[in-house]
């Protein structure tokens, strides 16, 4: 059962959005420098290094994790192990506003994965919400121009981010069907663990497939090591942090409406550090993405 949204609640939604804007142009950055599932691999084995002084009494045998390991390997797979490997290879051909609003698909995601396979209905307010940021979405894909629609051509890293939203929405489902493990204290950071222990097995075998598949090199030296270091902190262990309370307190369908704040982070950023300004229909729709968080907020 969701709360009312408080300033507190607001404030963990909008400050993971904004982590992960920085995550997309981060990503884009040091695309060049090291292959996407290895990037992924490599950023949660440094969330793992620094956050196991905080939660190492997971890993024991007697914690509570492991008898309910079937729930925490498909969190760590769902929200772990794929969701930010296909953003990474989504960022390879698109640029990080694109694949940010492209991700703002979430909320009709979040409503048609909760209707089908944890049997929540949607209602007319959230539908409606829903229409307004997919036809934000569709403004994105087809550049602006309408009559594109008709003979859209999807670039792969669109592909791969509607695959991202809709693994996401699953992880983010699931992590409001998951109590912490029993025998724990009640902590974000033993929480975060359980999913850190499946997902490194889940993202290292993405990255040992990608390294077998074909020849790879990782390009040491600051710029990797300081991106590295942003991602593994911020986006990773204390967006983390603030979108499981967030979404626990709110629900994930509301939850999802805060994500599209993802894309004029984004936008912000990409500006700023990328040259990559944003285009007119850019704007319009981050209104249409806006509106369908007011909209479908409003009974929460």
């Given at each position: 059962?969701?709360?009312?949204?408080?300033?507190?609640?607001?404030?963990?939604?909008?400050?993971?959005?904004?982590?992960?804007?920085?995550?997309?142009?981060?990503?884009?950055?040091?695309?060049?420098?090291?292959?996407?599932?290895?990037?992924?691999?490599?950023?949660?084995?440094?969330?793992?290094?620094?956050?196991?002084?905080?939660?190492?009494?997971?890993?024991?045998?007697?914690?509570?994790?492991?008898?309910?390991?079937?729930?925490?390997?498909?969190?760590?797979?769902?929200?772990?192990?794929?969701?930010?490997?296909?953003?990474?290879?989504?960022?390879?051909?698109?640029?990080?506003?694109?694949?940010?609003?492209?991700?703002?698909?979430?909320?009709?995601?979040?409503?048609?994965?909760?209707?089908?396979?944890?049997?929540?209905?949607?209602?007319?307010?959230q539908v409606a919400g829903v229409l307004l940021s997919v036809a934000g979405v569709l403004l994105v894909l087809s550049r602006g121009s309408w009559e594109q629609l008709l003979a859209l051509r999807l670039v792969p890293g669109d592909l791969y981010m509607?695959?991202?939203?809709?693994?996401?929405?699953?992880?983010?489902?699931?992590?409001?069907?998951?109590?912490?493990?029993?025998?724990?204290?009640?902590?974000?950071?033993?929480?975060?663990?359980?999913?850190?222990?499946?997902?490194?097995?889940?993202?290292?075998?993405?990255?040992?497939?990608?390294?077998?598949?074909?020849?790879?090199?990782?390009?040491?030296?600051?710029?990797?090591?300081?991106?590295?270091?942003?991602?593994?902190?911020?986006?990773?262990?204390?967006?983390?942090?603030?979108?499981?309370?967030?979404?626990?307190?709110?629900?994930?369908?509301?939850?999802?409406?805060?994500?599209?704040?993802?894309?004029?982070?984004?936008?912000?950023?990409?500006?700023?550090?990328?040259?990559?300004?944003?285009?007119?229909?850019?704007?319009?729709?981050?209104?249409?993405?806006?509106?369908?968080?007011?909209?479908?907020?409003?009974?929460?």
């Amino acid at each position: 059962m969701t709360q009312r949204l408080s300033p507190g609640t607001i404030a963990m939604l909008v400050a993971a959005p904004l982590l992960w804007a920085g995550n997309a142009v981060v990503g884009r950055v040091v695309n060049t420098l090291i292959p996407p599932l290895t990037l992924n691999f490599v950023r949660w084995l440094l969330a793992f290094a620094l956050l196991a002084p905080l939660a190492w009494q997971v890993l024991r045998p007697a914690s509570g994790l492991w008898p309910h390991w079937r729930r925490y390997a498909l969190l760590g797979l769902f929200g772990i192990g794929s969701y930010n490997a296909l953003l990474y290879l989504a960022l390879q051909t698109s640029t990080p506003l694109n694949v940010t609003l492209v991700g703002s698909g979430m909320p009709a995601a979040m409503l048609v994965v909760g209707a089908l396979f944890f049997g929540v209905p949607a209602t007319r307010q959230q539908v409606a919400g829903v229409l307004l940021s997919v036809a934000g979405v569709l403004l994105v894909l087809s550049r602006g121009s309408w009559e594109q629609l008709l003979a859209l051509r999807l670039v792969p890293g669109d592909l791969y981010m509607v695959l991202a939203t809709f693994s996401w929405s699953v992880y983010s489902w699931l992590l409001v069907r998951t109590a912490e493990p029993q025998g724990l204290r009640s902590d974000w950071a033993g929480f975060l663990m359980a999913q850190m222990v499946f997902g490194l097995a889940w993202s290292g075998a993405f990255a040992g497939a990608e390294w077998s598949l074909e020849h790879r090199q990782i390009i040491w030296g600051w710029p990797l090591a300081a991106g590295l270091a942003f991602i593994a902190i911020g986006p990773a262990i204390l967006a983390y942090r603030f979108w499981g309370v967030g979404v626990q307190r709110a629900g994930p369908v509301v939850g999802g409406f805060f994500v599209n704040l993802t894309p004029l982070f984004a936008a912000m950023l990409s500006t700023a550090f990328l040259g990559e300004a944003p285009h007119l229909y850019h704007a319009v729709a981050f209104v249409l993405i806006v509106g369908g968080i007011v909209v479908s907020s409003r009974r929460a």
